[in-house]
């Protein structure tokens, strides 16, 4: 199929590669001149596992290009996928002003045209969204209903920040939310070979099963988290409680995210959390639980930050920026307040993150930090011995293979503060282990 992908970030960059690698032919399309040029060139503008070798093999191989301009895109393609961003509004509500923005393009460039074409959104957006908002827009900018040939539908994705690529073709599932089965029918087509079930689901449904997820998935790590605190102080091991029970894997759904560690952070969870929090408090609905994840996830930040600061370490290497291993990603990290807060308090502060690089940071990753850590520029390395260099305290938010490597490599005693919860790094006998963020 030839395929428009509009927003380069990373799902639209995941997506772009992945069917160009299953054969079809396809268009990026991008508002910052640097993506594109980027992309053209066969370099990926985001950090991610298998990204970069898949993509420069797609624009070597000629199934991938990328373009600024949307007209041409629209011209050459029969469908078009939807990845651009839907931030929080101030409010927590869902921004939506992107989704609009380029629902508006597309729909312009269709105007007099006979061509069908299909839309399809991946991205995150409340029920509604799109039956509400986007199709009467589409409709109006276009001047064409699916009985003459543009229709659209919901492909939300489950992709995982780190192993996209694999999650790309293993998926748990592929839902497709299309009032037409003619319109699944097309859409299914770019998952043939695809591991996992496809699933013809109403639009309503396809978009509310990403926000039930995301939900979840937080849940689970501030329960664990939270728990962890709990049982810590009524002197049991929060590890092994957690093991034994995650051996219930028949009542207790899955293990997925339950493991006691730092806070969570991303571009997903936090902002979904926010949005059902909106809409349930526009609906009149109590939703204490889900009131209640994001003051969990903070308190167990501030555990954090007051753990490293109750060290009275004045040099301390900070390993881990982005918001979790395998991706370049700062948006809402935990590592950033993390790092602000020690700053603020005197702390002679280092950062490793070889995935984090200064001239490769774009759109809303070079945002978020230019607003949340201007001088992060002074302080990060991708140098492990350079960061641990006379550091009084390590605190370890991730650590690759490198940093590990030279950890066990240096003569001790190392002082370590374990917030994400590898355990074995507290079996190095050159390693003074201090402990874990609850307790």
């Not at 985001?46 to 629209?74: F, N, W, Y």
């Not at 073709?169 to 497709?176: C, H």
């Amino acid at each position: 199929m030839k395929i428009s992908v509009f927003g380069m970030g990373y799902v639209g960059c995941v997506s772009a590669a992945c069917l160009a690698d299953a054969g079809h032919q396809v268009i990026g399309v991008d508002p910052v001149a640097k993506k594109v040029d980027q992309i053209n060139r066969g370099e990926s503008p985001v950090s991610e596992t298998k990204l970069p070798e898949m993509l420069r093999i797609a624009v070597d191989s000629g199934k991938l290009k990328a373009t600024q301009d949307h007209k041409r895109a629209i011209a050459e393609t029969e469908l078009s996928l939807i990845a651009v961003g839907t931030p929080s509004e101030p409010d927590g509500s869902l921004m939506v002003r992107y989704l609009e923005s380029v629902t508006r393009q597309i729909g312009e460039a269709l105007q007099g045209s006979t061509k069908p074409h299909i839309l399809v959104y991946r991205s995150t957006m409340l029920p509604g969204t799109l039956n509400n908002i986007i199709k009467p827009l589409l409709a109006e900018s276009s001047g064409r209903t699916p009985e003459n040939g543009v229709d659209l539908c919901n492909n939300p994705e489950f992709l995982r920040e780190g192993s996209s690529v694999d999650d790309f073709f293993n998926p748990p599932f592929t839902l497709i939310g299309a009032d037409r089965t003619e319109t699944f029918q097309q859409v299914a087509r770019l998952y043939l070979g695809v591991n996992g079930p496809t699933h013809h689901t109403s639009i309503a449904t396809a978009e509310s099963v990403k926000y039930m997820c995301n939900a979840f998935h937080a849940l689970k790590i501030a329960f664990a988290n939270e728990t962890a605190a709990v049982l810590h102080k009524a002197g049991a091991d929060p590890r092994q409680a957690v093991e034994l029970f995650l051996q219930d894997d028949k009542l207790n759904i899955s293990t997925a995210y339950l493991r006691p560690g730092f806070a969570f952070g991303g571009s997903c969870l936090p902002k979904d959390l926010r949005a059902l929090s909106a809409v349930a408090d526009k609906g009149g609905v109590d939703v204490p639980l889900i009131n209640g994840i994001l003051a969990s996830n903070q308190a167990h930040m501030e555990r954090a930050i007051e753990a490293v600061l109750a060290s009275g370490a004045k040099r301390v290497a900070l390993s881990g920026l982005s918001f979790k291993p395998g991706t370049d990603d700062l948006r809402e990290s935990p590592s950033i307040p993390l790092a602000n807060r020690l700053v603020e308090a005197g702390v002679e502060l280092s950062i490793y993150d070889p995935r984090v690089r200064m001239e490769q940071l774009v759109g809303a990753n070079l945002a978020f930090l230019k607003k949340k850590m201007p001088d992060l520029s002074e302080r990060l390395t991708d140098d492990p011995a350079k960061a641990l260099l006379g550091a009084e305290l390590v605190v370890m938010a991730h650590a690759d293979a490198a940093m590990r490597q030279q950890l066990f490599a240096m003569p001790g005693p190392v002082k370590l503060l374990d917030l994400a919860g590898y355990a074995d790094l507290a079996q190095k006998s050159n390693i003074e282990y201090q402990g874990l963020c609850w307790e």
